[in-house]
């Protein structure tokens, strides 16, 4: 049953690769907006570089919450998963995981890219990448437990962002804070083992809270 | 009286937060009374005719 | 021994005659600590050695601080209780503490930039209270946001009861790490008024303040309590009964 909800996500998006383009897209575009409203002096963008990254990634990532569970919802899957033997829980982390590999794994891969725009140099970058392989699981986790609580709601996207954007501040911190002390030679790993640990603690939690949530738009 | 209005100097910042705090407070607890008074007199209406 | 009672007052037929009751009583009693905690604060209290006058505004925004905490734990409670035994009057507690709330956080953000403005020569400065409290009131506009979304009233109760309770996981997470990240960037610059060393004619106006603010908002929550019940409950047999002696 999950092997073939995993599969299924995965063939969606394969159909659909706007899917995993168009958060990809806004991401640089987004990152590219800060030289361009702060500025193009390189000691400015270096030091603006990891949370400008960051910040670009959770907005990218803000725009693919919804289809999380909105097609399905559409086509009446969603019941069907409800009612299923299967626990809520587990079906959401394999969803969770389909986009992650599908929309969070792009974004992380593609963020040192972008943070060469920054003027970022390599072991920065490699901090960076580190982040955001922990911190996009993380996003899309959380993302996950917003998304079932608005879900069919008007006011979509916004008030979507409302309620996550508050779970989203400290993996931010972590995130950009580690390349942060790292570039300043204090070592990226405090900052790091955080996000690490966050992420168990959703890996944990945000499914179960997902499901609660689901159940509650839905019944 | 002046020594104390003028706040050693920083009154334009104490005695704005002292007002607004009588206003967030006085508003508070102003419209729920209101809106009681409101609910009655529409229960009220409703039982009249 | 107080077990049934609580049982009865958790039915809105005898929690609201009850809270009608305790209203005046709890009103006075705000007013009064309200009136002369401000007085002597303004006017008995004397001068800080470093902040002049300026810190008088700690009279209001500490009292608003702690009130904005107070109210989300209250909240968070009468959601965890309407999400586990379904108690009608939980989730109206929880609905009427939202507003409530946001303006507790939206006072302490003011009067923490207007007592800021003088003090740090900024009308805002990133430090891990006034950052914490700024993500708090995301936090409750979001709750507010939230039910007035969503038209179902059960599924808008269950729904901001849920979102209630992430916030309180997330609040401690939150402040935590707005803390760290402010060693980061921004060392300890602000005097601390609530340290150790508050002078003891400065205590006694700031307790009474705090006193005073939550009587208040127990006095307040009544109220909004007795207008959701005559809304919700509007026909039912006991409070056609009330109407009609």
């Known amino acids: ?219 | ?49 | 021994m107080f077990g049934p009672t609580l049982d009865r007052l958790a039915a809105p037929k005898f929690f609201y005659p009850f809270a009608g009751r305790l209203l005046p009583w709890l009103g006075t009693l705000a007013a009064a600590l309200l009136l002369l905690g401000a007085g002597w604060g303004l006017a008995l209290a004397p001068a800080d050695y470093q902040q002049g006058d300026s810190y008088r505004i700690m009279f209001i925004h500490v009292p608003a601080a702690w009130l904005s905490m107070l109210t989300y734990m209250v909240m968070a409670g009468g959601a965890f209780v309407f999400l586990v035994w379904r108690m009608k009057l939980a989730d109206m507690l929880a609905k009427c503490c939202a507003p409530l709330g946001a303006a507790f956080t939206a006072l302490t953000l003011i009067t923490g930039s207007l007592w800021g403005k003088p003090m740090w020569g900024t009308w805002w400065a990133w430090d891990a209270r006034l950052t914490s409290e700024l993500v708090l009131l995301f936090l409750y506009l979001g709750l507010i946001a939230l039910r007035g979304a969503i038209d179902e009233p059960q599924r808008a109760g269950r729904a901001t009861a849920l979102l209630a309770l992430v916030g309180v996981v997330n609040i401690p997470i939150i402040h935590f790490s707005v803390e760290w990240w402010n060693t980061l960037h921004q060392p300890a610059s602000l005097t601390r008024m609530d340290g150790p060393a508050i002078h003891p004619a400065m205590l006694t106006p700031l307790l009474l303040m705090i006193a005073g603010f939550t009587v208040y908002f127990a006095a307040v929550l009544l109220q909004r309590l007795r207008c959701e019940i005559l809304e919700r409950e509007r026909d039912a047999r006991w409070l056609v009964e009330l109407d009609a002696p």
């Open chain 2, 1 to 49: 009286m002046s020594e104390f209005l003028a706040m050693g100097g920083y009154g334009a910042y104490v005695w704005p937060s002292y007002a607004l705090a009588a206003l967030v407070l006085g508003l508070n607890a102003w419209l729920p009374w209101r809106r009681h008074r409101r609910l009655l007199r529409a229960r009220q209406a409703r039982n009249e005719p």
């Open chain 1, 1 to 219: 049953m999950l092997g073939q909800v995993f599969r299924r996500e995965l063939l969606l998006a394969w159909r659909r690769p706007g899917d995993t383009l168009l958060p990809l897209t806004f991401f640089v575009i987004v990152g590219s907006l800060f030289p361009l409203g702060v500025g193009a002096e390189p000691q400015l963008l270096r030091s603006i570089g990891p949370g400008a990254v960051w910040i670009a990634a959770v907005l990218a990532t803000l725009l693919g919450l919804p289809r999380l569970f909105a097609a399905d919802q559409h086509s009446g899957a969603l019941e069907q998963l409800l009612l299923s033997p299967a626990p809520l829980a587990a079906l959401v982390a394999v969803k969770v995981l389909a986009q992650w590999l599908t929309g969070g794994l792009p974004l992380a891969l593609a963020a040192p890219l972008l943070a060469l725009g920054f003027g970022l140099d390599f072991a920065d970058l490699g901090v960076l990448l580190a982040g955001l392989l922990l911190g996009t699981p993380l996003l899309n986790l959380l993302g996950a437990i917003s998304a079932a609580l608005t879900l069919g709601l008007r006011g979509g996207g916004a008030l979507l962002g409302l309620l996550v954007l508050p779970l989203y501040v400290p993996v931010l911190i972590f995130g950009s804070g580690a390349v942060q002390a790292a570039a300043l030679g204090f070592g990226a790993g405090a900052n790091l083992s955080l996000l690490a640990a966050m992420l168990v603690l959703a890996l944990v939690f945000a499914p179960w809270a997902t499901a609660a949530a689901l159940r509650i738009s839905l019944d």
